[in-house]
């Protein structure tokens, strides 16, 4: 099992840019599909990117393709999302996710078997 810790949240303007953190405890992220999932209250969490660490193949939900980039560093055992031109519909609660399926790409939340504790992006007009 690995525990996904994210870091990088904070409070940007609209237009602005930030770049997420996952970084891995327990275990590498070597043998994992990994995705980013963003939340706000009332709604259910929604898929934002994928990344299969082996081969790095991408995928993005539309509401963010162009302006997100999922990427991972082997030697740092961290996953990273770039957000850029961030609008305020961008504000949510954002979680880095572990699926055991290591060719895992996509968006289905029960394909992930490990989760983050989440770190918060709010995005101010």
């Known amino acids: 099992q690995v525990q996904p810790v994210e870091s990088g949240g904070g409070l940007v303007q609209a237009g602005g840019s930030l770049r997420l953190s996952c970084a891995a405890s327990?275990?590498?992220?070597?043998?994992?599909?990994m995705g980013w999932f963003r939340q706000t209250p009332g709604k259910e969490r929604e898929f934002v990117a994928a990344i299969t660490w082996s081969s790095g193949s991408t995928y993005y939900a539309d509401s963010v393709k162009g302006r997100c980039t999922i990427s991972r560093d082997s030697a740092k055992n961290t996953v990273y999302l770039k957000m850029n031109s961030l609008k305020p519909e961008d504000t949510a609660v954002y979680y880095c996710a572990a699926s055991e399926s290591r060719f895992y790409l996509g968006r289905r939340r029960d394909q992930y078997t490990d989760w983050g504790q989440g770190t918060q992006v709010t995005v101010s007009s």
């Open positions: 327990g275990r590498t992220f070597g043998t994992y599909g």
